[in-house]
């Protein structure tokens, strides 16, 4: 899987790409045909932050989760949470037809 980091009005240190690509990493586990994940940092306002995930599937359409709040490591966390529940539910669904 391939993990794509970028960060708008905001600077990608090593340790936050480290943190990303580390929890992004999971992603597969939870729908083996995840392809490319993309972690969009951003500034949401003065105080706090907005992550963006979209995970690319192969042969089907991508998947968002987005996530705010104060704290980048924190909002990461979320919106990881928020696109394994979506990735869970794919499997699921896609388990039921076959």
């Known amino acids: 899987m391939q993990t794509i980091i970028s960060g ?3 600077e990608v240190t090593p ?3 480290a943190y990303a690509e580390e929890k ?3 992603l597969p586990r939870h729908y083996a045909r995840v392809k490319t994940v993309e972690v969009l940092l951003g ?3 003065k105080h706090a932050f907005e992550v963006e ?4 599937i192969s042969g089907e359409a991508h998947h968002i989760a987005k996530a705010h709040h ?11 949470e928020k696109m394994e529940r979506q990735l869970t539910d794919v499997k ?6 076959h």
């Open 15 to 17: 340790a936050i790409r």
């Open 53 to 56: 995930l979209v995970a690319h």
């Open 70 to 80: 104060d704290d980048l490591y924190h909002c990461i966390v979320e919106a990881v």
């Open 24 to 26: 992004a990493g999971k």
């Open 43 to 45: 500034k949401h306002d």
């Open 92 to 97: 699921e669904i896609h388990g039921k037809k």
């Open 8 to 10: 708008k009005h905001i």
